[in-house]
C-alpha cells in the first residue's frame, strides 16, 4: 500500500475578474434580431389586404 498525500484546501483570496461580454448582453443581441426578422417576415392575414393595409 502507498501513501497519498492529502492536498490542503486553500481559500481563493479574491475573486477572479471577469472577462469578456456578460452571458445577458449575448443572449439580447443575439435574440433580438431574431425576433424582429420573424415579425417583419410573417405572411399578412388576408383580412388586413383587403381592408387596405400593407
Known amino acids: 500500500m ?3 498525500a492529502i492536498r490542503t484546501y486553500r ?3 479574491r475573486a477572479p475578474k471577469p472577462t469578456g461580454t456578460p ?3 449575448l443572449m439580447l443581441v443575439t435574440t433580438i434580431p431574431a425576433v424582429l426578422a ?3 417576415l410573417r405572411p399578412r392575414s388576408q383580412s388586413a389586404a383587403r ?3 400593407a
Request: hydrophobic share 55%; aromatic share 0%; proline share 7%.
Open 2 to 4: 502507498q501513501a497519498v
Open 38 to 40: 420573424a415579425a417583419l
Open 11 to 13: 481559500p481563493v483570496t
Open 51 to 53: 381592408r387596405g393595409r
Open 23 to 25: 452571458l445577458t448582453v
